[in-house]
Each structure stands twice: as C-alpha cells, then as structure tokens.
C-alpha cells in the first residue's frame, strides 16, 4: 500500500520543485479526488493502480482516457513530464474521472501560475457543478409524473 504525499509548506515548495508534489482537489456530482502531482515520467496512479487498469474495469477505452483525463496536460503542453497520484472516492466512474482532472488542472496552476490562463481557455478550471436533481414526493422520479388519468 503507498503511503499519501503529504501536503508541504509553501516556502518548501519553492525550495525543491523538482521533489516537492503540489495538491489540487477535483470535485464532480458526488466523486470527490485528491491529487498531487510533481514533476516526473508521466505515470498516473489512481488509487494507487495505473489509470488505465483503475478506469478499464468501467470500459473507458485510451482514447477516452486521454481525451478527459490527460487534457490539462494537453492544454498547457507538458504531456509526459509530470507524474500524478490520485485519491478518488465517491460517485461513479464519469464523476471519478472527470474529478481527477480538475484536480490536475488545479495542481498544475498551483505549481506553475502562467498555465491558469491556457487550462482556463480550455475550460478545465471550471468545476461542473451539475448534479442528480432530487426526487419529489407525488412524483414517479425527480421530474416524471404519474400518468393522467381522466375516469
């Protein structure tokens, strides 16, 4: 079991970028994803297993893999030089993955301020804040009623 990089005092990060992981959490409907990341060969470890086997057992394909989950990295042209480590919980795979974006995008900006502008653009620091409506009473679900009947 790998043991959680711990969050590092701002002068420190300063110090030693190359060794220090910056941290950005990444929400989406109810999946919630701590993620650090530093500089390194490109790997991404979610829960501590490789994306591509954590998120394969949903049926996402690689390229839907790096259409979502490596488009910060697109955005601000830095493929391959970060490695990322993920906590996710919560919600489904969607919600899981799209989370871990926007905690790269977040950790990204935190450790290099001039990407705010590309991944903003792009529309990667947005958090998506739709979520299930809820059920109401009377109601088959959240908005279906029940058929009309007139006898």
């Known amino acids: 079991m790998e043991i959680p990089l711990e969050r590092v005092a701002e002068e420190t990060r300063r110090a030693s970028p190359g060794t220090v992981a910056f941290h950005g959490v990444g929400r989406r409907k109810e999946a ?4 650090y990341v530093r500089e390194g060969d490109g790997k991404i470890l979610v829960n501590g297993r490789p994306a591509e086997a954590y ?8 390229e839907h893999l790096n259409r979502h989950l490596l488009s910060p990295f697109y955005a601000t042209g ?13 919600g489904g795979p969607t919600g899981q993955m799209e989370a871990v974006r926007l905690g790269i995008a977040r950790a990204l900006v935190e450790m290099t301020p001039e990407f705010r502008k590309p991944l903003r653009d792009a529309g990667l620091l947005t958090r998506d804040s739709r979520a299930v409506e809820r059920k109401k009473y009377g109601h088959r679900k959240a908005r279906k009623k029940e058929q009309y009947s007139k006898r």
Do not use: D, Q
């Open 55 to 62: 998120f394969a057992a949903f049926a996402f394909g690689a």
């Open 32 to 35: 919630v994803a701590r993620v």
């Open 78 to 90: 830095t493929i391959g030089r970060y490695t990322v480590r993920a906590r996710v919980e919560g």
